[in-house]
């Protein structure tokens, strides 16, 4: 089966920053792969698909990169709506929609 | 604006049984592929299956498997999620999500979800 880590698992940062979270498949996913964000007691809110490409209405402060077995999330001058925990799910039909554990990201 | 709203769950004992339901509104519903995901009080994110948006394509988490039926009926606009022989492992919020792309065999992610729905098992 397929496992899928993020790192780190906890960070916080000042506004303004740039923020980055790492995702890596332990198989070779290719490009199929898609991030979230989710505030506390609330549904999660679709940011990326296909690695990189930005779903309609997603700030642009937002990006991500990667293919195979390790991705990036990169978050651009780091606002206060930005706390909240950050996922990453893999989306190959050759295996599991696995989701990672997650990154909760804090603001100083 | 798109919608998803769960409904179906509730408290039961290990071992019963639960059917959600998730009506959408406002998009093509039988264009588009569907998921289930649960998140356990305090915990992440789980996927548990996906369906195709003609149901040629059904995939399911290992959890979920030989357990869970998921299903859609296009002309009534819902998915369903069948629980069979359920643990108290299986207590969390279910959520359904639409996929990104329209009348795609592929998966892209969930750009819509509903605010879910609360199952909990415990005797």
């Known amino acids: 089966d397929i496992q899928m880590t993020q790192s780190p698992s906890t960070l916080s940062a000042s506004v303004g920053d740039r923020v980055t979270i790492t995702c890596r498949a332990s198989?070779?996913?290719?490009?199929?792969l898609a991030w979230y964000q989710q505030r506390p007691g609330k549904a999660p809110y679709f940011l990326i698909y296909q690695a990189s490409t930005l779903d309609s209405g997603v700030p642009s402060r937002f990006s991500g990169s990667g293919s195979g077995t390790e991705f990036t999330l990169t978050i651009n001058g780091l606002q206060p709506e930005d706390f909240g925990t950050y996922y990453c799910?893999?989306?190959?039909?050759?295996?599991?929609?696995?989701f990672g554990p997650g990154t909760k990201v804090e603001i100083k | 604006q798109e919608q998803l709203v769960e409904s179906g769950g509730g408290l039961v004992q290990p071992g019963g049984s639960l059917r959600l339901s998730c009506e959408a509104s406002?998009?093509?519903?039988?264009?588009?592929?569907m998921h289930w995901v649960r998140q356990p009080p305090g915990k992440g994110l789980e996927w548990v299956a996906a369906?195709?948006?003609?149901?040629?394509?059904?995939f399911y988490a290992d959890s979920a498997k030989g357990r869970f039926t998921i299903s859609r009926d296009n002309s009534k606009n819902t998915l369903y999620l069948q629980m069979n022989s359920l643990k108290p492992d299986d207590t969390a919020v279910y959520f359904c999500?639409?996929?990104?792309?329209?009348?795609?065999?592929?998966?892209?992610?969930?750009?819509?979800w509903g605010l879910g729905t609360a199952v909990t098992v415990t005797s």
């Open positions: 799910q893999q989306v190959n039909r050759n295996f599991p929609f696995t």
């Open positions: 406002i998009f093509t519903f039988r264009s588009y592929g």
């Open positions: 198989q070779s996913i290719s490009g199929w």
């Open positions: 999500g639409k996929d990104r792309l329209w009348e795609s065999l592929y998966f892209y992610g969930m750009d819509v």
């Open positions: 369906i195709s948006y003609d149901e040629s394509k059904i």
